[in-house]
């Protein structure tokens, strides 16, 4: 009867736990995990905004307490208008204890949104845009409104 000896460092195919090989094997579930974890947050089930700009302006700028006039711009990565979308912003102050103000945008031309947004006192404020686009896809900024002026 003959016998096979595998020659020296060769395991004929069998991973030793403790050796290299072994440790690679058993690594490789927990790389293609992350991998998939990876990858899902990147393609974000419908929440990813595909690069859409979000611009800004106020009617006065800068804006004084009171109702200032909101216009939003959404444009694509080619320079397209993004329209059909539905929009709200939180406008809130930068240090804790203010009440926020809302507003709801409406959509005045193809990409363009705009509303009033409630300051209610001088200072620097910032804007929490929330949208969700015509195809499903939400986009989520926060834009900051430094020195808003005191009547």
Request: hydrophobic share 45%; aromatic share 6%; charged share 20%.
């Amino acid at each position: 009867m003959t016998s096979v000896v595998p020659a020296a460092g060769n395991t004929g195919g069998v991973r030793r736990a403790g050796s290299p090989a072994g440790r690679a094997w058993r690594a490789w579930p927990v790389a293609v995990i992350a991998l998939a974890a990876l990858l899902s947050a990147c393609s974000g089930g419908g929440t990813g905004d595909g690069g859409v700009a979000a611009t800004f302006r106020f009617d006065p700028q800068p804006p004084s307490v009171g109702k200032a006039h909101f216009e939003l711009r959404l444009v694509s990565p080619q320079g397209e208008a993004v329209a059909g979308a539905t929009v709200a912003v939180e406008a809130n102050m930068n240090h804790a204890g203010m009440q926020p103000t809302f507003a709801d945008l409406s959509e005045d031309v193809p990409g363009r949104y705009v509303g009033d947004v409630e300051f209610t006192m001088g200072g620097d404020w910032f804007l929490l845009m929330n949208a969700t686009l015509a195809d499903g896809r939400k986009i989520e900024r926060k834009l900051d409104v430094p020195g808003v002026r005191s009547k």
